[in-house]
Each structure stands twice: as C-alpha cells, then as structure tokens.
C-alpha cells in the first residue's frame, strides 16, 4: 500500500529552529517533495530531494534517506509567517501522494 | 498562462445536481492533476493525465467522477448526481513532464465545492 506519515501539529517559537519528519512507504519513488499550504490557500512547492542527502535553500532545508522512507524538511530562523502546514509529497511515477501535512504554530 | 487558473471558485449545488470543474494549466505543461482536499484533511488524489490521456484514474472514488482533458490544455472535472461526501475543495495542478521531475506541481486556487 500507500503510505505516508508526518506529525499532525507542531509548535515552535519565532527565531527558532524546527524539523518536520516525513516517513514513507510506497510501490515507487521516483522523488519527494515538500511542500508548504496556507490556511485557505493553494499548496506552493517548497524543496525536492530524489538523492540521498540534504538539499539547502535559504532557511529551508530538506533530508532524504531512501533506504529508511524518511525525510525532514528544516526551517531555520522562524518568522511568523512560516505559520502554515507543511505536506510531505512523494512522487510515484508522475503521481504525487500526498501525506496528511503537519500544522506548524509559531509563537512570538 | 501565468499559473494554474480553476472555475468556479466557489460552487454551492443541491444534492443530486451534477456540477463541472474546470481547469487551466500552465502553457506547456504536459501533466495535469486532480486532488481533493476535505476539511482539515490532506491531498487526496483523484485522477492525472499525461497529455490528453489518463493513465491513473485508481483515485476516482466512484463512477460518479469523471474527467476529460482536450488539446493537452484545460481539463473538466464532472461530479454527477452530488452528494453531501462530495463537499471539499478541488485542487487542479500541472508540471512538467517526468524528463524534469524536480520540477513540483504548480497548483491552482481550487474549488470549493459545497453540497446541500
């Protein structure tokens, strides 16, 4: 089967830094992605990782390990509005399957 | 065009109506995508075509939901005789093809669609 598992809710202060895990089991792989989904707005792609290792961008960075089915998205130096929820993507041929996403609160 | 444009944004229809949605992708994006996303709820995938075919409609959840995708452009989404389990938003996406995987989807601003 299908499936992939990231925490529901985590809550982090502003400055801080936070890591969001993402553990996967599906038929195929062909990349994962991440992305990023505020309240009542559309899902933006944030990072894609299709090697093992880490893939920096500005205060985000994104971890793969295929041989555990598990990544983390790192967001350094939280600003409020990173507040949003943050879903875990893995591409299965050219189909996304998507987790259930995890709702990041910031705190000031 | 410039992003992923859906219509209507918003549809309110009667339980047992059948309501169409409609979606443009970005200009020359080959793959094309339907989600659904419920209340609080993730991504759930419904059907995606690769030009003008539909290789994976396993997401489909019953024979109630169809789609068709013309000139590798826009795509409808038909959802006959509306049901209250319907109501969520539809969320369309397009990307490229799979030679440049590590492009990730572009999504639209769905429709939300209510059932009463």
């Known amino acids: 089967g299908q499936n992939i598992d990231q925490p529901t809710e ?13 553990t996967y089991q599906t038929s195929g792989f062909n990349g994962l992605f991440w ?33 555990k089915g598990y990544s983390y998205l790192l967001l350094k130096e939280l600003q409020m509005k990173d507040s949003a929820s943050y879903l875990c993507a893995v591409r299965d041929g050219l189909k996304g399957i998507f987790g259930k996403g995890t709702r990041l609160h910031i705190l000031p | 065009g410039a ?11 009667e339980k047992g109506k059948d309501v169409e949605l409609r979606c443009d992708p970005i200009s020359g994006h080959t793959a094309l995508y339907w989600y659904r996303q419920r209340l609080g709820q993730g991504l759930e995938f419904l059907i995606y075509f690769q030009g003008n075919s539909a290789p994976d ?17 826009v795509s409808t989404l038909t959802i006959q005789r509306t049901q209250q389990e319907d109501s969520a ?5 397009s990307s490229l093809s799979r030679r440049e995987a590590n492009y990730g989807y572009t999504f639209g601003s769905g429709t939300r669609l209510t059932v009463v």
Not at chain 1, 10 to 22: D, L, R, Y
Not at chain 1, 36 to 50: D, I, K, M, R, W
């Open chain 1, 10 to 22: 985590m809550t982090a202060t502003e400055g801080a830094i936070v890591q969001i895990n993402c």
């Open chain 1, 35 to 67: 992305y990023q989904q505020h309240a009542g707005e559309a899902p933006t792609f944030l990072s894609y990782n299709v090697l093992d290792g880490l893939e920096e961008k500005g205060r985000f960075s994104s971890f793969l390990s295929r041989s």
């Open chain 2, 3 to 13: 992003g992923v444009s859906q219509s209507p944004s918003n549809k309110v229809t």
């Open chain 2, 57 to 73: 409609k396993s997401g489909l959840p019953s024979d109630r939901f169809s789609a068709e995708r013309t000139g590798e452009s």
């Open chain 2, 89 to 93: 938003v539809y969320l369309c996406a």
